[in-house]
């Protein structure tokens, strides 16, 4: 768990908070494109968003839902973990990682708050992320999100309602945890007053989330 002190700030301040540096992904998105040479047409062909979105999203200008991340990392052949985190990895062997409550790269999305923990731990069988959730319904969420992976969230604050595929709605509480295939449809919902706060842990099926080099090595997400 995160460091704990005396005065604490509350997750969604600290997620929000000015004074904390969100990473810039529209720069990241502009420098992985132009290091493989690529006009924003050809970007858009490998990667399957439209230019235009590419192009707002470069400029800042539009925040990518976490569908069109997963399909961002694939079409850089990045796992999403190296697409998302900053900064260097560890080293491979005995390695020891300690997220502080300030630390943690930060992206939003129009329905998710994500701040990354232990993200300079790559070649890992998991990927774990704190995450509030701003959806209120699920008219926010134009596809449901599917990836090759499992998921476990276990809710921090507040309540939310899960939907997933062949499943009925699931409200989870303060405390309760669930476990799933996340190649089914899934979208999250915060039925709280306010944001809801998880902890959401993902393992790729079969593998691990591995630092590919730039431009090299399979995308472990794909889109």
Avoid at 69 to 90: H, I, P, V, Y
Avoid at 187 to 209: E, H, K, M, Y
Avoid at 216 to 222: E, K, L, N, S, V
Wanted: net charge negative; charged share 30%.
């Amino acid at each position: 768990m995160p460091n704990l002190t005396i005065t604490r700030r509350p997750a969604e301040q600290r997620l929000r908070s000015s004074e904390e540096r969100p990473t810039e992904l529209g720069a990241r998105v502009k420098e992985l494109r132009i290091a493989r040479d690529w006009t924003l047409d050809e970007a858009s062909q490998r990667i399957g968003l439209s230019r235009s979105a590419l192009s707002k999203i470069e400029r800042n200008e539009m925040s990518p839902t976490f569908h069109a991340m997963q399909k961002l990392a694939a079409g850089f052949s990045l796992d999403l973990l190296s697409f998302l985190a900053s900064g260097e990895s560890s080293p491979p062997a005995g390695r020891r990682s300690i997220t502080r409550q300030d630390d943690g790269t930060r992206h939003e999305t129009p329905n998710y708050g994500l701040r990354l923990l232990m993200e300079e731990v790559r070649n890992t069988a998991f990927m774990v992320v704190e995450v509030l959730v701003r959806a209120r319904g699920l008219d926010q969420f134009p596809d449901w999100d599917r990836h090759d992976d499992e998921d476990f969230m276990y809710v921090l604050d507040g309540e939310i309602t899960l939907y997933t595929e062949h499943y009925a709605p699931a409200v989870l509480k303060s405390g309760d945890a669930v476990y799933f295939d996340a190649r089914l449809g899934h979208a999250c919902i915060s039925t709280s007053d306010g944001d809801a706060r998880l902890l959401w842990v993902t393992a790729p099926l079969g593998g691990r989330f591995s630092r590919s080099d730039e431009g090299q090595g399979d995308a472990t997400i794909p889109a």
